[in-house]
RNA sequence: GCGCGGUUAGCUCAGCGGUAGAGCGCUUGCUUCACACGCAAGAAGUCGCAGGUUCAAACCCUGCACCGCGCACCA
């Protein structure tokens, strides 16, 4: 036990114990020590991004974690907590290759082919992988990072495939021509859940388009992409909509590309259900290549789809002269420029539409059909059930309301992508079209189910072994969507497909912390995965965090540049400040607005717990002496009291995820209860001459503080570490226990009723302190009145029927900062005048010596007295209600009358001293 | 269009049937021997609007308004 310094610098204190953490074995699992008595618990990270960095919402997230975990630990579990990144396909390769092009190496990754590519892209990792992992371990996160997993690992990779060729061979994943979300940037498909609608203001043009077999009649379409017009097949009209339904079965002529011949721009009307009266002029273009919605029409008529555009979203050939090679949104605006040169050009008007937009490159979307693999998702109805029935928990519930929405209308997820940085799909093709030549040309054993005829008409095999022979083989070059390896996360993560003590030990996982906006991506994709290939849940209960945004409610963005660095806020205000700040201001279920204001709240804390400790320490003497019931003061009762009832309030709130709460109570605890109360309190014993008391009352501050210590420790690992050891805290208990670290002692229990019965704790201990207490606000009331400065020390009278003990005295001497308190018998008169305020304990004089302004004085009563008759006048209207009386419960009805009845006394003093006064 | 949140002190939020609360900010006083990253006292709220249920409504019900989010979507 070291001399604490005289104000707290985390810096020092947060390396210093995170390496002896680490060193000690700390946060290592350890399957075989899972005992019925010492339960698992297990979490497993959300990944990040491998060469991400840490913003607030890791900390958010990655805080909510290590309570979890450290509390867990100090209840006598064996916990792990598994750490990883995840390779994020898109995310990282577009990175590196936007990194590449800046610094003029590349124009596009095709210069340097697949290989050299990825090449650059494991170079990028190892320079900035792992950045976030030790930017991770700086808050103070307690990973088993021995375990550390990532998605792109070789047995990780071997997962992937492993769950490819199971579900190629049971039918569920296929590859078919669909209409796909296409990003012209990263060039390559996108799920459905990549894709956000965004509002946009646009223009809805109309242009006419001329009858082939009537000349001179015209019907006007509208349409928001008149580019796409080359692409058209047909014009859609509703069937039922009379204005139209004569035309059905002639032709439009379409009016681009210009340089066609006349009857190769021929495309017939057709009649559609899908089409509303209502928008536009109720006249549809077709454009089956280019939206999905025309699409499904052109499938249902048979029309041809030709694809008008280039991966790059720029125009090809097909979209005539005019408009090839030009960029889509360019395009547009030429083909305008046309239609109006072509007299077509009826009228623009502005018109808001939703349009998707990549999620990663924060472009719009292209629909476009391409050839993809797409998963039917597996294990639909165990994973629908489970959370339904309530066996699998969401914290805040209503969560489970989005996820069953979601899966009841479960579309198929395309999940190949054109990238090359990922899983690279296990699949080879075959040149040839004889299935059972291609069984034979594997070279190896493979399930009949392995080797398929696909949808167009190719073979493909699959499997984790690649054919023997290479020569009629071609494997697929696309990579898999990065959520099809992170959905495996909780069991891959654990040495599956072996049966490992650690899958045995600790799966299902007990807790999994993430953000609501993965709930599709992830956390449903789990469960479907933990029931396909665990068959059972892969984690017991979900906690949602909110989502982290500034002041103004906005979200984090690099470019709005409102996002705060944590490990600049970790530099100014100490990773406990940051993780106390982020939580206090996190409630179950609610966006964050973070203001670093609570970060600096966080330090605050932690400053007044460190001289909290160090006031512990000044007193000198040996920490954990036994408490002598015998001995209490009220105050000693009251703070034990009041510590039972943190310990209770801080338990209860973590057990429901209520993590702000917690941080709440425990900072009205140790600040409103221990220091502006106890601690000043207990000066009175500290101060004074009875060393047996004094000793006692260092007892209970030493059984508070550690009690306190633990409590914290969760959210404050490195501060209660350091004073827990500075105040000697460690040195009686057992290594394993708190002798070694705090994180490995005991988690308080309430107090029992056996320690309760022991040390005479009863409910009036606690009304004894609080009539005490209201002694000492009076007392500040009355020298603020008469502008008595707080460093001033005056006399106090206190006259009353109960007797006051000495102890008592001094304590409210002290916290009233006053010369003396005299405690007055029946017999002693105030002078005329003299302010005085109605305590529990009997009136409090402020006897100024003849300084008493009357006037002041009875202004003062004056104020009061109104008060007091305000609420006695709401009371007695609620008595005096006859149904009021007549209805509510007896209990409701007593509580009123004491209510009244103490209004009335008070008032009634009041009104004597006034009258005093008066004369 | 459907769904989910929210609307309480200047700001951020707690309270979810029986006397309106916290932190920050603000005002005033104080370097009182743990802490000025502090101590003490204070000002400040028709609890979004309108109905209803109840002896009693921030709290329960209905409708409306506004803000945010998600899903779906009409070119």
Redesign the pocket.
Same mark, same amino acid.
């Given at each position: 036990m070291s001399e604490l310094s005289k =104000?707290?610098e985390p810096q020092a204190i947060e390396e210093k114990w995170y390496a002896s953490w680490l060193a000690g074995g700390c946060f290592d699992a350890h399957p075989e020590r899972v005992t019925p008595d010492r339960p698992a618990y297990s979490i497993v990270i959300p990944p990040p991004n491998v060469t991400g960095v840490l913003t607030l919402g890791h900390v958010l997230n990655n805080t909510i974690q290590d309570i979890l975990a450290r509390r867990a630990r100090m209840q006598g579990k064996e916990v792990l907590w598994l750490p990883g990144t995840d390779h994020a396909g898109i995310a990282t390769q577009t990175v590196v290759e936007r990194t590449l092009k800046k610094a003029g190496e590349i124009k596009h990754r095709d210069d340097l082919g697949r290989e050299k590519f990825l090449e650059k892209v494991w170079e990028w990792k190892e320079k900035h992988g792992g950045i976030i992992i030790q930017q991770l371990k700086k808050l103070g996160a307690s990973c088993d990072w021995k375990r550390e997993r990532f998605t792109m690992d070789p047995e990780y990779s071997a997962c992937v495939q492993r769950v490819f060729a199971d579900l190629f061979e049971k039918g569920s994943i296929y590859r078919g021509k669909r209409m796909v979300n296409w990003c012209p940037v990263s060039r390559t498909a996108l799920s459905? &859940?990549e894709v956000?609608?965004k509002a946009q203001s646009g223009m809805l043009y109309h242009f006419r388009v001329e009858i082939a077999e009537r000349p001179g009649t015209f019907l006007t379409v509208?349409? =928001?992409?008149p580019e796409t017009i080359p692409g058209d097949t047909a014009l859609a009209v509703n069937p039922k909509d009379s204005r139209y339904s004569e035309f059905i079965g002639l032709h439009a002529v379409r009016p681009l590309p210009a340089e066609l011949p006349r009857e190769e721009r021929l495309i017939p009307i057709i009649g559609d259900e899908?089409?509303?009266?209502?928008? #536009? =002029?109720?006249?549809?273009?077709v454009t089956p290549a280019h939206? @999905?919605?025309d699409f499904e029409i052109g499938q249902r008529h048979g029309l041809a789809a030709p694809d008008i555009m280039n991966p790059d979203g720029t125009m090809n050939a097909l979209a005539g002269v005019a408009l090839a090679g030009k960029d889509r949104f360019e395009a547009r605006k030429i083909a305008v420029a046309l239609l109006t040169e072509l007299g077509l050009m009826e009228k623009e008007e502005p018109h808001q539409? /939703?349009v998707g937009f990549s999620e990663r490159a924060d472009v719009p979307i292209e629909p476009r059909l391409s050839s993809q693999w797409f998963l039917r998702y597996p294990s639909q109805d165990a994973s629908r059930e489970v959370v339904k029935s309530g066996k699998m928990r969401f914290f805040p519930e209503?969560w489970t309301?989005?996820y069953e929405?979601?899966m009841e209308?479960l579309q198929d997820w395309c999940i190949s992508r054109q990238l090359w940085w990922g899983h690279r799909i296990p699949v080879w093709y075959f040149a040839g079209s004889d299935l059972a030549a291609a069984r034979a040309a594997v070279g190896h054993e493979a399930a009949p189910e392995a080797v398929r005829q696909l949808e167009d008409g190719s073979i493909a095999y699959c499997g984790l072994i690649a054919p023997a022979d290479l020569t009629y083989w071609q494997q697929d070059n696309d990579v898999l969507d990065t959520w099809f390896s992170s959905w495996l996360w909780p069991f891959a993560t654990m040495g599956w497909p072996e049966e490992t003590a650690t899958l045995k030990a600790f799966y299902p996982t007990t807790d999994l912390v993430t953000g609501p906006?993965i709930i599709?991506f992830w956390v449903a994709r789990m469960i479907m995965a933990g029931f396909e290939y665990r068959g059972e849940l892969p984690f017991r209960n979900v906690y949602f965090t909110g989502i982290i945004r500034d002041?103004q409610?906005r @979200?984090m963005s690099k470019s709005l540049g409102n996002s705060p660095d944590p490990l600049d806020l970790i530099a100014k205000f100490g990773a406990d400040a940051l993780r106390f700040g982020v939580m206090r201001?996190a409630?179950l #279920?609610?966006?964050v607005?973070f203001?670093e204001?609570n970060v600096?709240?966080g *330090?605050?804390f932690?400053?007044?717990l460190w001289?909290?400790a *160090?006031?512990r320490q000044?007193q000198g003497g040996a920490p954990e002496g036994e408490i002598h019931s015998d001995l209490l003061s009220t105050d000693d009762k009251w703070i034990l009291l009041r510590l039972d009832g943190a310990i209770a309030e801080v338990s209860h709130a973590l057990d429901e995820y209520r993590f702000s709460?917690a941080a709440?109570a425990l900072y009205?605890f140790f600040? /409103?209860e221990y220091?502006?109360w106890y601690? &000043?309190a207990s000066k009175a014993l500290l101060n004074g001459s009875d060393a047996a008391l004094r000793d006692n009352t260092l007892a209970v501050t030493d059984f508070v503080l550690a009690h306190t210590l633990r409590l914290f420790h969760p959210f404050l690992p490195f501060i209660t570490e350091e004073l827990w050891h500075g105040l000697g805290f460690n040195q009686e208990l057992p290594a394993d226990q708190g002798g070694h670290s705090l994180m490995q002692a005991r988690w308080p229990l309430p107090l029992g009723e056996d320690f309760r019965a022991h040390y005479g704790l009863l409910p009036e201990d606690e009304a004894r302190a609080q009539a005490r207490f209201d002694v000492?606000?009076a007392g500040? #009331?009355l *020298?603020?009145d008469f502008n008595i400065?707080?460093?001033k020390r005056v006399p106090f009278v206190l006259k009353g029927e109960a007797p006051v003990s000495a102890h008592d005295v001094e304590v409210i001497k002290i916290l009233l900062?006053a010369e003396s308190l005299e405690v007055a018998g029946n017999i002693w008169e105030p002078t005329r005048g003299t302010p005085s305020s109605l305590t529990p304990l009997g009136h409090l004089y402020l006897p100024l010596n003849g300084l008493v302004d009357v006037a002041a004085e009875r202004e003062r009563l004056g104020k009061e007295i109104a008060k007091i008759e305000q &609420?006695l006048l709401k009371?007695r209207t609620k008595l005096s /209600?006859e =149904?009021?009386v007549?209805?509510?419960?007896e209990a409701?009805i007593t &509580?009123?009358r004491q209510?009244e009845s103490d209004w009335q006394d008070k008032l009634g003093e009041i009104r004597r001293v006034a009258a005093a006064l008066a004369d």
């Amino acid at each position: 036990m070291s001399e604490l310094s005289k =104000t707290y610098e985390p810096q020092a204190i947060e390396e210093k114990w995170y390496a002896s953490w680490l060193a000690g074995g700390c946060f290592d699992a350890h399957p075989e020590r899972v005992t019925p008595d010492r339960p698992a618990y297990s979490i497993v990270i959300p990944p990040p991004n491998v060469t991400g960095v840490l913003t607030l919402g890791h900390v958010l997230n990655n805080t909510i974690q290590d309570i979890l975990a450290r509390r867990a630990r100090m209840q006598g579990k064996e916990v792990l907590w598994l750490p990883g990144t995840d390779h994020a396909g898109i995310a990282t390769q577009t990175v590196v290759e936007r990194t590449l092009k800046k610094a003029g190496e590349i124009k596009h990754r095709d210069d340097l082919g697949r290989e050299k590519f990825l090449e650059k892209v494991w170079e990028w990792k190892e320079k900035h992988g792992g950045i976030i992992i030790q930017q991770l371990k700086k808050l103070g996160a307690s990973c088993d990072w021995k375990r550390e997993r990532f998605t792109m690992d070789p047995e990780y990779s071997a997962c992937v495939q492993r769950v490819f060729a199971d579900l190629f061979e049971k039918g569920s994943i296929y590859r078919g021509k669909r209409m796909v979300n296409w990003c012209p940037v990263s060039r390559t498909a996108l799920s459905d &859940e990549e894709v956000i609608m965004k509002a946009q203001s646009g223009m809805l043009y109309h242009f006419r388009v001329e009858i082939a077999e009537r000349p001179g009649t015209f019907l006007t379409v509208a349409t =928001t992409r008149p580019e796409t017009i080359p692409g058209d097949t047909a014009l859609a009209v509703n069937p039922k909509d009379s204005r139209y339904s004569e035309f059905i079965g002639l032709h439009a002529v379409r009016p681009l590309p210009a340089e066609l011949p006349r009857e190769e721009r021929l495309i017939p009307i057709i009649g559609d259900e899908h089409v509303e009266f209502g928008f #536009g =002029t109720g006249v549809l273009k077709v454009t089956p290549a280019h939206d @999905k919605a025309d699409f499904e029409i052109g499938q249902r008529h048979g029309l041809a789809a030709p694809d008008i555009m280039n991966p790059d979203g720029t125009m090809n050939a097909l979209a005539g002269v005019a408009l090839a090679g030009k960029d889509r949104f360019e395009a547009r605006k030429i083909a305008v420029a046309l239609l109006t040169e072509l007299g077509l050009m009826e009228k623009e008007e502005p018109h808001q539409n /939703n349009v998707g937009f990549s999620e990663r490159a924060d472009v719009p979307i292209e629909p476009r059909l391409s050839s993809q693999w797409f998963l039917r998702y597996p294990s639909q109805d165990a994973s629908r059930e489970v959370v339904k029935s309530g066996k699998m928990r969401f914290f805040p519930e209503r969560w489970t309301k989005v996820y069953e929405h979601w899966m009841e209308q479960l579309q198929d997820w395309c999940i190949s992508r054109q990238l090359w940085w990922g899983h690279r799909i296990p699949v080879w093709y075959f040149a040839g079209s004889d299935l059972a030549a291609a069984r034979a040309a594997v070279g190896h054993e493979a399930a009949p189910e392995a080797v398929r005829q696909l949808e167009d008409g190719s073979i493909a095999y699959c499997g984790l072994i690649a054919p023997a022979d290479l020569t009629y083989w071609q494997q697929d070059n696309d990579v898999l969507d990065t959520w099809f390896s992170s959905w495996l996360w909780p069991f891959a993560t654990m040495g599956w497909p072996e049966e490992t003590a650690t899958l045995k030990a600790f799966y299902p996982t007990t807790d999994l912390v993430t953000g609501p906006d993965i709930i599709f991506f992830w956390v449903a994709r789990m469960i479907m995965a933990g029931f396909e290939y665990r068959g059972e849940l892969p984690f017991r209960n979900v906690y949602f965090t909110g989502i982290i945004r500034d002041k103004q409610g906005r @979200k984090m963005s690099k470019s709005l540049g409102n996002s705060p660095d944590p490990l600049d806020l970790i530099a100014k205000f100490g990773a406990d400040a940051l993780r106390f700040g982020v939580m206090r201001s996190a409630p179950l #279920g609610q966006d964050v607005l973070f203001d670093e204001k609570n970060v600096e709240l966080g *330090r605050n804390f932690c400053t007044k717990l460190w001289n909290a400790a *160090r006031f512990r320490q000044m007193q000198g003497g040996a920490p954990e002496g036994e408490i002598h019931s015998d001995l209490l003061s009220t105050d000693d009762k009251w703070i034990l009291l009041r510590l039972d009832g943190a310990i209770a309030e801080v338990s209860h709130a973590l057990d429901e995820y209520r993590f702000s709460d917690a941080a709440q109570a425990l900072y009205r605890f140790f600040w /409103n209860e221990y220091c502006d109360w106890y601690l &000043e309190a207990s000066k009175a014993l500290l101060n004074g001459s009875d060393a047996a008391l004094r000793d006692n009352t260092l007892a209970v501050t030493d059984f508070v503080l550690a009690h306190t210590l633990r409590l914290f420790h969760p959210f404050l690992p490195f501060i209660t570490e350091e004073l827990w050891h500075g105040l000697g805290f460690n040195q009686e208990l057992p290594a394993d226990q708190g002798g070694h670290s705090l994180m490995q002692a005991r988690w308080p229990l309430p107090l029992g009723e056996d320690f309760r019965a022991h040390y005479g704790l009863l409910p009036e201990d606690e009304a004894r302190a609080q009539a005490r207490f209201d002694v000492v606000l009076a007392g500040r #009331g009355l *020298r603020r009145d008469f502008n008595i400065p707080s460093n001033k020390r005056v006399p106090f009278v206190l006259k009353g029927e109960a007797p006051v003990s000495a102890h008592d005295v001094e304590v409210i001497k002290i916290l009233l900062n006053a010369e003396s308190l005299e405690v007055a018998g029946n017999i002693w008169e105030p002078t005329r005048g003299t302010p005085s305020s109605l305590t529990p304990l009997g009136h409090l004089y402020l006897p100024l010596n003849g300084l008493v302004d009357v006037a002041a004085e009875r202004e003062r009563l004056g104020k009061e007295i109104a008060k007091i008759e305000q &609420e006695l006048l709401k009371v007695r209207t609620k008595l005096s /209600n006859e =149904t009021f009386v007549s209805g509510a419960p007896e209990a409701v009805i007593t &509580e009123h009358r004491q209510r009244e009845s103490d209004w009335q006394d008070k008032l009634g003093e009041i009104r004597r001293v006034a009258a005093a006064l008066a004369d």
